[in-house]
């Protein structure tokens, strides 16, 4: 009768132990199960049968008993050696493995036990026991030791010991910690003239000028579709040119907003605040508002140029812009109401002039503000008081940078607090922990960089064969976080990105004067890409229909930046998003220069910050590299392990 052989391994929870038919344990990605079954029974009976020829040879010395016992302890550890491995590669012990890699990863002094526990080996036949473990892993070369020890019994000395020694494939250890910031679109530069076709979900600033021509599909700034969360804060002046920008989430205005073409219908479906002028420009139309409306100041027009405020700072009416026209759309305390300050040039509000803000500012009356003609279905009798800046960040739900203007009496602190929440990426901490770039010359046989006009392009087949050529198995100081790390010694262009797409991990690094200049693939469901720019890297990108990732462009770059004749004059980095494009992570400009943006016709690109694709990205984070908990798991098609070598104790 065949003994059911068992192993026992230690369950996720305390010391719980479940019994497994060893057997299933022994699949190998080559090997079928009586194939398995067959080398380990011929392992075991090589050893029994030179045992016991040994034993038959009329010698019963103590010799010829200790090497039959070192033949049988041999064979045992060798098929323990199998039997870890099987474990390892089996699909069905994927959780399994993940918990004992993890506990590693967590506390390298750990030596979790695969099969086997420490107080018991497990039964491989009669007079046959072993156990194994995990004893090494270097996440940095994805390099793993299991040892293996064999003896007579389950709980007696073990008799024998190797160490098998691994390069480990089919990993991935991304960093556990969330990414810094909440921002799904960030603009440090000037958004110059951009048109209309933009969705933005959830959280967005913008420190410099933003102008949008008419034309498009509209510009939405709206709650993430996740945490229902959001607002935006613009920092500077405003220049809407189109009648179809929604906000739907809070908005604060620091500076000056000129809204010249808007129609009667509804713009702010949340609260928003003014913290200096509003104006349209005399056009007739209507502005509607939902929410409760605050403006600070008064009703001037700014003045632009080429999609940016004149500086000087110009108004094209030195006095009271008297025909703007606001509609409320909500009803009570919760909405419908406009809050304002003895600044806005208006009439008092029975509509006399004597006494008024006008006449104390000497507005000849025909240009005063008036509350019956210019509102319509809009509380305001009452709510005249001198509230600042950090009062309109409290009511609209931004109470960190009413914190950081209260403290400062700086209004600039608003924005300022919102920039530095943000991660702060740079090439030094990317290449941490013994991480390398590779380059395109290093990458692209035919390519030789380095020189100010180097320049490559490539195809997705090029691509993707530098996964085959460097694999993260062999060469895992390429790798960080499981993408491909690439500094461009050259600019790049992308020859069939034209509806094709990647689904694979990669980080560009683009500086020192080149660029990227191209389309860019669509996103895959497993790709993740993140395109950093330096100070001197350029982007002039097109993106189709999904973009999965991070987009950086770090606050040194010099596109956009000074005056005719500078280095930066010139140079602007470039932005063009397909129609009904979705961009999942978040795009974080931090560059101070002009920027072009442009969406194709058609439907509004969708930007959707996504904390998940994120997360890859935290242990790229200045800062928070060392400190962020580290998360294994196990990749498509599963663990792959490749023999480096096998030493054997001398006992």
């Known amino acids: 009768m065949k003994k059911n052989i068992t192993e026992t391994t230690r369950g996720n929870r305390g010391n719980q132990q479940e019994s497994i038919p060893i057997l299933s344990q022994f699949r190998k990605r080559n090997l079928n199960g009586s194939a398995i079954v067959a080398i380990l029974a011929a392992l075991v009976f090589i050893g029994i049968v030179v045992a016991a020829m040994v034993r038959n040879t009329g010698s019963q010395s103590a010799t ?50 695969i099969l086997g526990t420490a107080d018991r080996k497990q039964e491989l036949a009669d007079g046959q026991y072993f156990r194994s473990r995990l004893s090494t892993f270097d996440e940095n070369t994805m390099r793993a030791m299991f040892e293996v020890e064999s003896g007579k019994n389950g709980k007696g000395k073990s008799l024998k010991t190797a160490r098998a020694f691994y390069s480990v494939g089919g990993l991935e250890i991304s960093s556990g910690g969330s990414f810094p910031g909440n921002n799904t679109l960030f603009m440090g530069g000037n958004m110059q003239a951009s048109n209309k076709s933009m969705r933005v ?19 939405a700034f709206e709650p993430d579709s996740i945490t229902g969360e959001g607002n935006v804060l613009f920092n500077a002046a405003v220049n809407i040119n189109d009648a179809s920008v929604k906000f739907k989430i809070p908005a604060f205005f620091k500076d000056d907003v000129v809204i010249p073409r ?15 002028n509003i104006s349209t420009e005399r056009s007739p139309k209507y502005i509607g508002a939902v929410g409760n409306m605050w403006i600070k100041e008064g009703l001037r027009t700014r003045s632009f140029e080429n999609g940016m405020a004149k500086v000087p700072i110009t108004y094209i009416d030195q006095g009271a812009e008297f025909n703007v026209r606001i509609k409320g759309y909500g009803s009570g305390a919760a909405g419908g109401n406009l809050y304002y300050t003895d600044s806005l040039p208006a009439k008092n509000t029975d509509e006399s002039y004597d006494n008024s803000n006008c006449a104390a500012m000497e507005i000849p009356e025909y240009r005063c503000f008036s509350f019956q003609n210019s509102l319509s279905d809009i509380a305001y009798n009452g709510n005249q008081r001198n509230f600042d800046t950090p009062e309109i960040l409290d009511k609209l739900g931004m109470t960190k940078e009413a914190d950081a203007v209260r403290a400062s009496s700086n209004p600039n602190k608003a924005a300022e607090i919102r920039r530095d929440s943000e991660p702060i990426l740079n090439p030094q901490n990317i290449t941490g922990a013994g991480k390398q770039f590779l380059t395109l010359d ?30 993260e198995s062999s060469y895992p100081q390429y790798y960080n976080e499981g993408h491909l790390l690439v500094r461009l010694n050259g600019s790049l262009a992308f020859n069939d ?49 999904n973009f999965r990732g991070l987009i950086y462009v770090d606050d040194s770059n010099e596109c956009g930046i000074g005056a005719n004749g500078s280095p930066g004059y010139n140079k602007q980095n470039t932005f063009t998003w397909g129609p009904d494009c979705v961009i999942e992570g978040a795009v974080l400009l931090k560059g101070q220069g002009r920027m072009n943006w442009n969406t194709s016709a058609g ?30 798991s196990i990749k498509p098609g599963g663990v792959k392990l490749k023999r480096l070598g096998l030493y054997y104790d001398l006992k």
């Open 497 to 545: 990105a034209a509806n094709k797409t990647f689904d694979n991990k990669i980080a560009f690094i683009v500086d020192d004067g080149y660029n990227i200049n191209s389309k860019y693939y669509n996103s895959g469901e497993n790709a993740s890409t993140l395109i950093y720019v330096g100070q001197k890297g350029q982007l002039n990108m097109e993106f189709q229909k």
């Open 603 to 632: 439907g509004p690109a969708v930007f959707i910050r996504n904390e998940e694709i994120l997360k890859a990205f935290a242990g790229f984070v200045s800062g928070s590299g060392a400190n962020t908990n580290k998360v294994v």
């Open 442 to 471: 290093s990458l692209i046989p035919y390519f030789s960089g380095g020189g100010q006009w180097s320049a490559a392009s490539v195809s997705l087949n090029d691509v993707n064969g530098w996964y085959a050529k460097y694999p």
């Open 64 to 113: 010829s008993r200790g090497y039959g016992s070192a033949l049988m302890m041999s064979s045992t550890v060798s098929s323990g050696i199998t039997a870890t491995e099987g474990y390892f590669l089996n699909p069905a012990n994927a959780n399994t493995v993940i918990s004992t890699i993890q506990s590693i990863v967590d506390n390298p002094t750990n030596k979790p036990f």
């Open 262 to 276: 808007y129609t009667n219908d509804t713009m702010f479906y949340d609260n928003v605040g003014f913290n200096k």
């Open 201 to 219: 979900k959830g959280y967005a600033t913008f420190m410099d000028d933003f102008t949008t021509n008419d034309g498009g599909s509209g510009i």
